[in-house]
């Protein structure tokens, strides 16, 4: 349905386009600016697109194999669940994408059902096309560092409208956190390598979109339904 919206949005704004360019005698100045505009916005939805995992990437680049089980590597990843779960869900996420925070519900309730059972596992994938996206990503990372990780997770997504410096202070201020010590962490060198470790991660299975996950390696793409992920955990605790 998401992506029927945006490839509709995507026709309307081509549309408005060739209409203004067709009604306006000459190509002043004004016309020019505005078809630029058009233009963005045609750009921007499918760059969203591809975000969502609904177009290639602009190298081509295929998706992951939905068949495939791929060996991801956790190493410091922040966690959540039980360490000897049977299913490990990966999910690869970007904290300025609202497709991302819609899935948080889902996610949650899943370790809430699954208890003992399921654990998630969260990777860093902020897009270029969401400005704020890497400093909240150091953000939560800074607030990793003094244990309170999923705690700012949650505040980054509950309020994806408060992304900037000062509001990231004010969150970790509210969290209980050394303000002095989450603001080095967060402009620190190996914060910003860790992210990007997790993004070239991201990288490696090609057209990949946010939020993306994997179970016990298998590919799931977007934030897809609660019945999806249940499905998919159940195969996997059958197969135990």
């Not at 509709?8 to 081509?14: C, D, E, L, N, S």
């Not at 609202?98 to 519900?105: D, K, L, M, N």
């Not at 996610?107 to 270029?128: A, C, D, I, T, W």
């Not at 990793?144 to 970790?172: N, P, V």
Request: charge should be neutral; include cysteine; glycine fraction near 8%.
């Amino acid at each position: 349905m998401k992506l029927t919206a945006a490839l509709v949005a995507i026709g309307f704004v081509a549309f408005a386009a060739g209409w203004w360019l067709g009604r306006s005698s000459a190509l002043d100045v004004r016309a020019g600016e505005r078809f630029a505009r058009l233009e963005a916005d045609v750009e921007r939805i499918r760059s969203d697109l591809r975000a969502l995992g609904g177009a290639g990437s602009p190298s081509g680049q295929p998706g992951p194999d939905p068949a495939k089980v791929y060996e991801i590597a956790i190493g410091s990843s922040p966690t959540l669940g039980a360490p000897d779960a049977a299913v490990t869900i990966i999910q690869i996420a970007d904290f300025e994408c609202p497709f991302c925070s819609s899935a948080v519900p889902t996610m949650k309730r899943l370790l809430e059902v699954y208890s003992g059972q399921v654990r998630l596992v969260f990777k860093h994938n902020p897009l270029p096309i969401h400005p704020r996206a890497l400093q909240a990503h150091k953000a939560s990372m800074a607030a990793a560092a003094q244990g309170k990780f999923w705690e700012m997770h949650d505040r980054l997504f509950a309020s994806q409208e408060k992304l900037e410096l000062e509001d990231l202070k004010s969150h970790a201020k509210e969290l209980g956190l050394d303000l002095a010590a989450f603001e080095r962490d967060m402009s620190s060198p190996a914060t910003a390598e860790a992210i990007k470790a997790d993004q070239i991660l991201a990288g490696r299975f090609g057209s990949i979109g946010v939020p993306s996950f994997f179970i016990n390696g298998r590919f799931i793409p977007g934030a897809q339904p609660y019945d999806l992920f249940r499905d998919r955990i159940e195969e996997e605790l059958r197969a135990q």
